[in-house]
């Protein structure tokens, strides 16, 4: 084989390109890429309209006969819902399969001895909840007491402005990132536009409205692509410091809101939600934002229903195939929920 130059390589190559055969093999990898892009884009808008409930009980129509004759009769109680959805989203996170995980012989024992429990005593059900919930609220707090508190440093007039400068630059570089879809690169440069703000405070009152100003727009914008990401619990964090600064901030609830939801949140979500229905806003320049958040309020407060049906559905279709029956557990009382480890209204998600 005698050598050939760059460039006669290079002419070979386009011939090659041009030729029917390979054009047709191109396009018809593109149309399978294209299609594949838009099934992603489907199941995610699925999901959007999915609460946590819902997924879980469409997730288990996958297991095996045995298992869902021992889950579907407990799946009521919220520590179940809890345990499989962190099951769920783990499986999803790590792109391992779900029933191999809930088939993992720890979970089903913990799965079996609740089962027992429940039949053995049905009163003990809301006992069992709120002992799981009350060891893991405590586990939460007790790493939220190690970490170490922050102090604020106090700061002049003078020294103010490069933090105000650094988070309104990071702000901006933020949402030109986000404009372009990259939200994950969008979420980082919020969150480094929040450091300067967490670290000092001014020695005024008036100094420091200007600081909470910009810290506000910041951790808006936080909150917004914190939901495109799906860092739901950055979102309700984000959200949480908004409501410091501004009681009954519409936008912020409802993103706490949708948060709340999607981490199974059903109860706290629909407080938010209702909180911004009835909320009163005098400010004319708020008024617009507000009538914006009571619509989108009002329109996830039907998905939550909606979901939450369609839930019961699946669960009612599959217990009457496995021939099982699942009992109607009182578990309404609002029991201390952990902290687990997706946009509804686009008008509500903008950047600013």
Request: aromatic share 6%; with cysteine; net charge negative.
């Amino acid at each position: 084989m005698s050598f050939q130059p760059n460039n006669a390589f290079e002419e070979q190559f386009r011939q090659f390109l041009a030729e029917p055969g390979t054009q047709d093999a191109i396009r018809s990898d593109q149309e399978k890429e294209v299609g594949l892009m838009k099934k992603v884009d489907e199941f995610e808008k699925r999901e959007e309209l999915q609460g946590q409930r819902e997924q879980l009980a469409v997730a288990l129509q996958d297991l095996d006969a045995e298992s869902q004759r021992l889950i579907y009769p407990i799946l009521r109680l919220k520590m179940v819902q809890h345990i499989l959805f962190a099951a769920l989203k783990d499986s999803r996170k790590k792109g391992t399969d779900f029933v191999t995980s809930v088939r993992q012989k720890s979970l089903l024992r913990m799965m079996e001895k609740v089962r027992d429990e429940l039949n053995n005593d049905p009163d003990n059900a809301m006992r069992i909840e709120q002992e799981w919930f009350t060891t893991v609220q405590s586990g939460i707090e007790y790493e939220a007491k190690k970490k170490p508190k922050k102090n604020r440093q106090v700061l002049p007039a003078t020294q103010m402005l490069p933090i105000i400068q650094s988070g309104a630059q990071l702000r901006i570089n933020g949402n030109h990132k986000f404009k372009e879809g990259k939200y994950r690169e969008a979420l980082m440069m919020y969150l480094q536009g929040c450091v300067g703000f967490e670290m000092y405070c001014a020695t005024n009152e008036q100094d420091q409205q200007l600081l909470d100003d910009v810290h506000v727009q910041v951790r808006k914008n936080t909150a917004g692509a914190a939901i495109k990401t799906r860092d739901y619990t950055l979102c309700i964090e984000s959200c949480n410091k908004v409501l410091e600064l501004i009681p009954g901030d519409t936008k912020s609830l409802y993103r706490r809101a949708l948060a709340q939801w999607r981490l199974g949140e059903v109860e706290k979500a629909s407080e938010d939600l209702e909180a911004i229905l009835k909320a009163k806003v005098n400010d004319y320049e708020a008024i617009q934002e507000a009538a914006t958040a009571k619509k989108a309020a009002r329109k996830l407060l039907r998905q939550i229903e909606e979901s939450e049906e369609r839930a019961e559905v699946v669960e009612a279709k599959m217990a009457k195939a496995l021939a099982i029956t699942i009992p109607k557990y009182d578990l309404c009382a609002p029991w201390p929920m952990p902290e687990p480890e997706r946009p509804m209204l686009e008008e509500l998600e903008d950047i600013k």
